[in-house]
């Protein structure tokens, strides 16, 4: 299990510095949260982990890899998943081929196997349906299992999102902004995955969120961030008392 | 827990090639059908279909690398080419002016499409990082550049003009040009060619279905819904590109080696751009991304001429009293056909066939 830690990191856009000097680190096993106002730079923290943008300056490790420069693939296979804020499903597939693909990385035989369909790849895709199918249950989403993801409602994509990211049986899980338009009812189902998730399964994770009700309820730790700059750290009962985020990002909302 | 043991057995059923008896009724049906229009079809029907089998394994190809992995490539027919020239070269007869090797067509056919396929990895640090409208420029620099080399490689191809013979059709050592005796029944030549490319045709469209139903087809749709999701999963998007690319390249290779022996000679001209472009009009006509599409738009391809005449022929039209000649209307006519699919049925005859299919299984009684 390793921790993930971001090193004085600076990520600039030409003029605009999306992230100034930004330092944290995550714990194994830890849920951590990272809040602040639209356009504070917490996707881009995401992105930064994933490989999809690249810091200006500064490093991001992953246990004893920095894995600044490696290529989102890469960070995959180290056993780093994610949500998108925007839901980037595979629209022209279906729930349980999403998923599927998520165990990408699970299965191991190239496109001439594929071609051939071997014994070896039988093998392995009946691994992969076990995996997809338990993800299914736990997600409680069998009768979407052969729908197509455009005809699904918001909070269902949503939740596939977050089940193609399991699939992965990842060390770390990314969530950015899971419980974003949704009602009360969604958003606490929401929340009880991801507690599951972190209790049941034992995953890391990092979350991303607007809504401080539920980050403040579940996170352990929690991180804001203010025009790109990190304006507090610690427990979640310690930052609804501080008195610069007060200021800065709760008074306002 | 209800059906818990056999939740195994039952995946695998699920995931099997077809997935169920319907399907594979329908599959033995056609195939038995198949076969036996070798004996009963006339010789010009018999040649159209083999036409057609083998047209249908290089819009397969093309649907790889464009339908599934969802990348532009204007250069299909270059690897056909290549495919061509590969088998010509192995399995032809030296000339004068080319050289050939006579090999038995055990060699050249596998040959041909490896050397496609290769020829595809060879370009493709260029093509898996380009997509869209670049790539789509990169692969039509290609066809000119193929062109070029298929025109001056005077020892291989005869050169432009002129051409030269392509492979023999020898197979375990036997020569089947003049057919083959098998006891009392007399196969002809291109009965032979028909039942070898029905049975390529079949081997390589159950390869499609087993592509789609597994790891490295679902690898190549993810790349096309959404390249950058699927790289943070973990799919090396540059590995899998090249590998579409290479794979496509190998069933065109392949399709090529065939075509020119069903037709018996080759010349480099043949390979220019409206021969690609042929491709992607039958894969989108087809149904781009779909595994039945690229055969349908085939058929329909290659058909196409033929239903043409019979039209005319049924209401009675004569050639003389039409204000263009036959291939120029075929042409126009193809041409109002790709843009109709292109706006009204994107999964093209796929997708007519498949709604056709659900209202007839949503019939009352169909159950
Ligand atoms: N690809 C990009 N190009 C230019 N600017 C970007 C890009 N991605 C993010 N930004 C900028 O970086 C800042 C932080 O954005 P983001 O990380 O998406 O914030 P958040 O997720 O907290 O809403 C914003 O000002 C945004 O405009
Ligand atoms: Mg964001």
Not at chain 1, 60 to 89: C, H, M, W, Y
Not at chain 2, 64 to 78: E, T, Y
Not at chain 2, 80 to 102: K, M, P, Q, R
Not at chain 2, 329 to 338: A, Y
Request: hydrophobic share 45%; with cysteine.
């Amino acid at each position: 299990m390793s921790s993930l830690k971001f090193d004085n990191v600076t990520l600039k856009f030409g003029g605009i510095t999306a992230l100034n000097n930004v330092s944290f680190e995550v714990k194994p096993k830890s849920l951590y949260a990272i809040i602040g106002p639209n356009g504070a730079g917490k996707t881009s923290i995401f992105n930064c982990i994933s490989g999809i943008y690249r810091p200006t300056e500064g490093d991001v490790s992953f246990g004893e890899n920095n894995i600044k420069d490696l290529r989102p693939d890469q960070v995959a296979d180290l056993g780093i998943a994610r949500t998108f804020q925007n839901i980037e499903l595979f629209e022209n597939m279906t729930v349980l081929d999403n998923i599927l693909i998520g165990a990408h990385r699970h299965l191991n035989y190239g496109p001439i196997s594929s071609l051939l369909y071997t014994k070896k790849t039988r093998k392995s895709e009946l691994a992969a349906r076990k995996i997809a199918e338990e993800i299914i249950d736990f997600l409680e989403i069998e009768q979407f299992r052969y729908s197509y993801i455009l005809s699904l409602p918001y909070g269902v994509q949503k939740r596939v999102e977050i089940g193609r990211a399991l699939a992965l049986n990842p060390e770390v899980l990314l969530l950015d902004e899971p419980a974003a338009g949704m009602n009360n009812e969604e958003t606490e189902d929401i929340a009880r995955f991801i507690i599951d998730i972190h209790e049941e399964m034992g995953k890391t994770i990092i979350l991303v969120d607007h809504d401080m009700n539920m980050v403040m309820d579940i996170a352990e730790e929690v991180m804001v961030l203010n025009f790109g700059e990190k304006l507090a750290e610690g427990r979640p009962e310690e930052i609804v008392k501080d008195s610069k985020v007060i200021d800065a990002y709760l008074g306002v909302s | 827990m209800r059906g818990r043991p056999n939740l195994y057995t039952d995946y695998n059923k699920e995931s099997a090639i077809f997935s169920n008896n319907t399907q594979k009724s329908w599959f033995f049906i056609m195939v038995a059908f198949s076969f036996s229009l070798c004996f009963t079809a006339s010789e010009y029907w018999i040649y159209l279909l083999t036409s057609s089998f083998l047209m249908s394994i290089a819009a397969w190809g093309l649907n790889i690398v464009s339908g599934f992995a969802g990348q532009i490539n204007l250069a299909h027919g270059f690897f056909v080419g290549i495919g061509t020239y590969t088998s010509a070269v192995l399995g032809g007869i030296a000339g004068a002016n080319v050289i050939g090797f006579e090999l038995d067509m055990l060699i050249w056919l596998p040959v041909a499409g490896i050397t496609a396929a290769i020829v595809g990895l060879i370009i493709a640090p260029i093509t898996v990082r380009l997509k869209g409208l670049n790539l789509g420029l990169v692969t039509l620099a290609l066809v000119f550049i193929g062109s070029h080399l298929f025109s001056n490689f005077k020892s291989l191809t005869g050169g432009a003009g002129l051409g030269r013979k392509v492979a023999r059709l020898k197979l375990f050592g036997i020569y089947l040009e003049n057919g083959y005796q098998i006891g009392d029944y007399f196969l002809e030549k291109n009965q032979i060619l028909y039942l070898l490319s029905l049975t390529l045709c079949i081997l390589c469209g159950l390869g499609i279905k087993n592509l789609v139903r597994s790891r490295a087809g679902r690898a190549y749709s993810a790349i096309r819904d959404g390249d950058i999701a699927a790289e943070a999963i973990g799919i090396n998007i540059f590995r899998y590109k090249a590998s579409a690319f290479a794979l496509s390249s190998f069933f065109g290779g392949i399709s090529g080696a065939m075509f020119f022996t069903v037709s018996g000679g080759v010349e480099p001209g043949t390979f220019n751009l409206l021969y690609s472009i042929v491709f992607v009009a039958i894969v989108v006509i087809g149904g781009a991304g779909t595994v039945l599409g690229p055969l349908f738009g085939a058929f329909f391809y290659t058909m196409f001429p033929a239903i043409i005449q019979l039209l005319l022929h049924v209401f009675e039209i004569g050639e003389q009293s039409l204000p263009l000649n036959l291939g120029q209307i075929e042409r126009i006519l193809f041409g109002l056909f790709i843009i109709s699919f292109l706006i009204f049925e994107p999964r093209g005859l796929w997708g007519i066939w498949f709604r056709l299919r659900n209202y007839f299984k949503a019939w009352p009684f169909s159950y």
